[in-house]
């Protein structure tokens, strides 16, 4: 018995006709243990049901479905009487189901792009953001608490984003590398050309992410460290606000759509010797713009921001930043009193209650590499 939505008489005449050869093949013959099995015989069948299906094709897309999916059925159940062969002689009955399958079909979904959907919710948000990868789907959705309607809108606002600016890269001169400095500079070129910025050949490195052993730097939660220096920005080779973009860029390249990978921002605004040093109040517009950004592109990325080390009479930077967040980002975010100064030492009292004390010595390290002689 076959069950489908085709309405033609003519059309349920065929798949009768169908039926009929599809119980015939699963007669006990072809049963492997039974003394009239014929490997011939089971080939000459195979080939006939396969031709019967791929070239008698009425003109309907109803038909055209129900033709693939009966396809698919009769092979499984094929496979199944071969493998596990059961003594009954009874014709074998087939039901094509077009609902969906149970929820435990897409239970690991890490390494795949299109899948079948997990819950209704997303099988809208993927019918109105196709170009959307299931873990996008299901950071847009958890960022906005299941509201499809809000999720399609920031969704769809991040992919023509995302969008424009792989346009911009194809026509940015591709430069030879991979590490996470050559990141840096391309994320940078195509922030520039976006901007209209002059011609600059690269941009100072204001984030970047540490491999130890061919692994990323991670803290206790596991999860990837990104270190912003935003002392290092020169606003005489671009705004501020082109600098925010590059760092949009740079993390749109290295957080992989395909994962709901976490990371550990950590916001160090000491200043450092030989960078531009620019003031507090000039970092603002950086601070204001990449949290806009940050928030409205990549959802749910975010493990915890550390900022640090902030003087206590720079607490105002703090106040006129956190209404520019979601509560549930600004609770995520902790700050680290202490002093600003190029030679000041890192808080790690505050630092080693969330990664290790070897991992924070690594990241003051990397920071002092970049002071300039």
């Given at each position: ?156 606002t991040y992919l023509e984003w995302h969008t424009l600016h ?183 009292e505050d630092m080693v209650k969330f990664m290790s004390a ?16």
């Amino acid at each position: 018995e076959i069950q489908s939505t085709v309405s033609s008489e003519a059309n349920m005449s065929v798949l009768q006709s169908w039926s009929d050869h599809f119980h015939y093949m699963m007669e006990p013959p072809f049963q492997k243990d039974d003394a009239d099995f014929s490997w011939g015989r089971y080939a000459a069948h195979l080939g006939g049901m396969l031709l019967l299906f791929l070239f008698w094709t009425p003109l309907t897309t109803e038909f055209d479905f129900v033709k693939k999916q009966t396809v698919s059925a009769w092979y499984s159940v094929l496979h199944s009487s071969i493998e596990k062969p059961t003594p009954s002689t009874k014709p074998s009955t087939v039901t094509i189901s077009t609902t969906p399958p149970p929820a435990s079909v897409c239970s690991d979904e890490k390494n795949m792009s299109t899948w079948v959907p997990c819950s209704p919710k997303d099988a809208e948000l993927a019918r109105l953001c196709p170009r959307a990868t299931s873990q996008e789907r299901q950071r847009f959705l958890d960022s906005r608490s299941g509201n499809v309607k809000q999720a399609t809108k920031r969704l769809s606002t991040y992919l023509e984003w995302h969008t424009l600016h792989q346009r911009i890269s194809r026509n940015v001169p591709r430069r030879i590398g991979v590490s996470d400095e050559d990141i840096w500079n391309r994320a940078c070129l195509v922030a520039m050309t976006a901007r209209k910025e002059r011609d600059v050949c690269t941009l100072p490195r204001v984030v970047r992410s540490y491999k130890v052993g061919g692994s990323f730097l991670r803290d206790n939660d596991e999860k990837r460290i990104v270190h912003v220096l935003p002392a290092q920005i020169d606003d005489r080779l671009a705004k501020p606000s082109t600098y925010a973009l590059a760092l949009a860029l740079y993390l749109d390249e290295v957080l992989d759509r395909h994962s709901t990978e976490q990371m550990t921002v950590m916001i160090d605004v000491r200043g450092g010797k030989g960078w531009a040093n620019i003031p507090a109040h000039k970092l603002l517009s950086f601070i204001q713009q990449s949290a806009k950004l940050l928030m409205a592109m990549f959802p749910e990325r975010l493990n915890r921001c550390l900022l640090y080390p902030v003087p206590s009479a720079a607490k105002w930077i703090w106040n006129i930043v956190r209404p520019c967040l979601d509560a549930k980002t600004a609770t995520k975010i902790q700050l680290f009193i202490g002093q600003d100064g190029v030679n000041a030492p890192a808080p790690v009292e505050d630092m080693v209650k969330f990664m290790s004390a070897e991992t924070a010595a690594i990241i003051e390290q990397e920071r002092k590499k970049d002071f300039k002689r």
